[in-house]
């Protein structure tokens, strides 16, 4: 075996580690992984605390240099052990990578730049690429499933929903005026929609007979109408259950395994495929 | 050919540019129409942010006024094209048009109406006209059926909310009275349906121990009813999921096109009518 | 045809006139009680609002005086008219009849009793007498039935949020203490259910960091389990759609008319019933 | 019969009081105890109210202490009459049964421990166990059943929307920051969860119009997706229903009655049963 064939064993080892986990190696990174994120994402709460940081300072800005350094560690291997870095690199995942790791080190050579430190706690959204060996994903595809399908339904409400929002917001503004926070339009349609989704926070609130009036009848569309997202979703639900215990449904589902492919990155291979379904490279076994 | 022939076709080329959505040109219309309808409203509620008005109120201005004649143009151009211009004028469309064209001409004319310059936002609602060509209408005209089924439920469901409303609201006028901001029944009315419909401003808050009794008995309601008309709802998208696949419906429904009757203006004829529905007169092939 | 004769015809006359809605006669009173119902009602949410009452006192106080003068003969032709009056009396509807009336004389009476003029506005119940009329009722008695149906769910719901409510308002009157507002337990329990159905006044809102969580904690809670009585209700609804179509209901209905019992005053008979199903007693044709 | 014999037969005696609800006694014991559990924790939520405890001390006092003797007692008679006193000790019930009564001894001890008083309130809990001989608890079973069917849904749902408050709270951090409440990320996730559960304090509220655009965003999910549990749990009730009705349930249920065994307190056993399921000993007939 050549220096190269060596490093290329190690290379689709790291890359088994890191990248998948069906090998009990794989799925211990992936655990630990896990947990420094959440570990991480709980310093950079604990940081935006005036008081806790102000106490404990020191010790939270070590342990922030410990986990940077690890992402970074993590970042590089990540980079290395993938046949086609740049697919990693300005994939979905790989700019999620980068945008959670460099700000401390911006922060530390351009002065004023701490406030790009809370960009970091983006880093939670790395937690889906981890949990796709949970078994709940069944669960969570299903709940897809459902709003993929009530989706030109929820288009139609959102977009009624919009158009209702500024005609009453409006109407609001004309009515109302400045002495009761109705000081513009947008700021009239930011409070009919707290008013619709009977979020009603109150720093807003009309005070004439006429607007108290109007926002009855908001309250009370608002209150009505919820049951046309819930009643879409419900029956596709209804629906699926049934597809399921009926003999009636055409689809087919196949078991698909964590691996992802060395070359191209891309996920939810058959567990007999031996080459990627996207650009024919041989899996590793 | 004659003059007058030359005229009549030229009529009935902008009818179809104008009116409908099946030839290139017609869809080109619309979807400018579209998005100068949504930069005039964004125009709008520009106009009324304070701040915004100030700095940039020359910019605004003459980008209204050639928005504003852009309208006039196009109303104009409606009323020649049109066999019966008086069917269009009255119509709902026909006035929307109008009243969200002529205000800022009036603000012209006379000092003081600037009040009615936001009666323009209205002219949101002529998207609607345009929308007529998009795909989703299927599922809206869905969600309207499920509404249409539900109305009689949905109107005793509103009236009984009304009354409990009305009766509530005056309990809470005798036992909270003024300090806690029930000054009148009406007053207490709109607090009990913000309460009832989980917005809960907390502008006017009850203080008393039985009033917040009686608080806490409008809430549990509020919260537990919202079952009712989502349940109607759901329960009539079910039934029309159920319709859909099985044979039993008897409903039968045919394709429409997006042609208007050049003469009544009345939409949604087949596509192999070649007379009006509604008036008899001959449609443009 | 006696004396005594002619007086029976004639309160038979008016039994029909006021206590049905067969005749036109019937009908056209209903119509009109109705509206005076209204009427009397926006009376006294006018009276209430103070500026209103300021300027138009001498108005208002002329009409409620003709409309409480109108609701007397009413309510003494009721008396009369019916063979039993004490039926009548001490039924439910009688009791209201009676309290909607009295409170102006004894205002007129007893100084510093204006506080009881409100209780007038209870004579909004009087119109669910009135619309037994309505067709909509069919919708209303299966709103009825599916709530009858799920009732005992219903039931143990309420009762776990109540003790819910008991042991986090508890909790969070050890955490929070006086400063936020949770000065006793009652009041703490009173912002949890304010908390929990998603009202959220925000008069009272925790300030600590361990009480937020358990805030959160309770809003998650009420945004969840709100599915609970949603889906009770719901799953109801779609079981009676089917029951209505498939032919496995045992149930069997009849039209019913809203003649109600000279005697007993008892309603809900049969178009060919020619007894009262409760006394007996001949009914008239 | 000896001296042990008698006292043996004594036990189990009062072992069916206390412990079990099928006998006229038992029955009886259960009701009188609910209510005192009641009458007692209404006890504690008066002693909080400042003005009642300041006028009534004495009274509440007094009948503090005699609930809590009753108490007491009752708790010593449960360890003498069961066969093996550690079992209760430090079961559930057992536990909150001893932290509903020690409270007033140690605040009667320790001065200062009155903040303990409230853990009282605890005892509320009790009343689960007497509600087993309810009827409504079938009604409860089939709740839970619907819950349980949905927990990886639920579970998949809940961490969703944690992550998602994860994120719009830190990106409303970074939009808002102090003047507008958002001081830490903690508290801006509070805030998110806030709004998009629709509570809405509305004690922090976005001012700047980039952060009251994110929240009108976080309002419409909120709003939306409610429809996710409500979906869920609905589907999972028809499902239910539909079961119960037909006949492709593979499930059978036996009727347990409410004895609990001697040795063990476990409860649940066959009408039939003579030996305890869980630790074989003999049950009481």
Redesign the interface.
């Given at each position: 075996m050549k220096e190269e064939d060596k490093l290329s064993v190690w290379k689709n080892k790291l890359h088994e580690i890191i990248y998948e986990a069906d090998t009990p190696m794989g799925k211990l990174f992936d655990i630990i992984l896990f947990f420094i994120i959440i570990f991480s994402?709980i310093l950079?709460?604990l940081e935006?605390?005036?008081s806790i940081d102000a106490e404990y300072h020191q010790i939270l800005f070590v342990l922030e240099w410990v986990v940077t350094i690890f992402f970074t560690i993590e970042y590089i291997a990540r980079i290395i052990c993938i046949k086609k870095p740049t697919q990693y690199i300005f994939s979905f995942y790989g700019i999620i990578d980068f945008l959670s790791t460099i700000p401390l080190y911006i922060s530390y050579i351009f002065a004023g730049s701490q406030?790009l430190l809370?960009?970091r706690?983006?880093r939670?959204?790395r937690?889906?690429r981890i949990l796709k060996l949970v078994q709940?994903l069944g669960?969570?595809s299903?709940?897809k499933r459902?709003?993929r399908a009530s989706r030109?339904?929820?288009?139609?409400?959102?977009?009624?929903?919009l158009?209702a929002s500024?005609?009453m917001g409006?109407l609001m503004?004309?009515i109302e005026g400045d002495e009761a926070g109705f000081?513009?339009?947008?700021?009239s349609?930011?409070w009919t929609?707290?008013?619709?989704?009977?979020?009603?926070?109150?720093?807003i609130?009309p005070i004439t007979?006429q607007g108290?009036a109007i926002?009855?009848i908001i309250?009370?569309l608002?209150?009505?109408i919820?049951?046309?997202?819930?009643?879409?979703?419900?029956?596709?639900?209804?629906?699926?259950?049934k597809e399921r215990t009926g003999e009636s449904s055409g689809n087919r589902y196949v078991h698909v395994n964590t691996q992802s492919c060395p070359t191209c990155s891309k996920e939810g291979h058959r567990d007999d495929a031996t080459h990627c379904y996207n650009c024919g490279s041989i899996l590793n076994e």
């Amino acid at each position: 075996m050549k220096e190269e064939d060596k490093l290329s064993v190690w290379k689709n080892k790291l890359h088994e580690i890191i990248y998948e986990a069906d090998t009990p190696m794989g799925k211990l990174f992936d655990i630990i992984l896990f947990f420094i994120i959440i570990f991480s994402v709980i310093l950079i709460m604990l940081e935006s605390v005036k008081s806790i940081d102000a106490e404990y300072h020191q010790i939270l800005f070590v342990l922030e240099w410990v986990v940077t350094i690890f992402f970074t560690i993590e970042y590089i291997a990540r980079i290395i052990c993938i046949k086609k870095p740049t697919q990693y690199i300005f994939s979905f995942y790989g700019i999620i990578d980068f945008l959670s790791t460099i700000p401390l080190y911006i922060s530390y050579i351009f002065a004023g730049s701490q406030v790009l430190l809370a960009v970091r706690a983006f880093r939670l959204l790395r937690v889906f690429r981890i949990l796709k060996l949970v078994q709940f994903l069944g669960e969570a595809s299903q709940l897809k499933r459902a709003l993929r399908a009530s989706r030109a339904k929820i288009t139609v409400f959102l977009f009624a929903v919009l158009i209702a929002s500024v005609m009453m917001g409006t109407l609001m503004y004309l009515i109302e005026g400045d002495e009761a926070g109705f000081t513009s339009i947008p700021t009239s349609i930011y409070w009919t929609i707290v008013t619709l989704t009977t979020v009603g926070y109150g720093d807003i609130a009309p005070i004439t007979p006429q607007g108290q009036a109007i926002a009855t009848i908001i309250m009370l569309l608002g209150y009505g109408i919820i049951a046309v997202p819930t009643g879409m979703v419900t029956a596709e639900f209804a629906r699926q259950n049934k597809e399921r215990t009926g003999e009636s449904s055409g689809n087919r589902y196949v078991h698909v395994n964590t691996q992802s492919c060395p070359t191209c990155s891309k996920e939810g291979h058959r567990d007999d495929a031996t080459h990627c379904y996207n650009c024919g490279s041989i899996l590793n076994e």
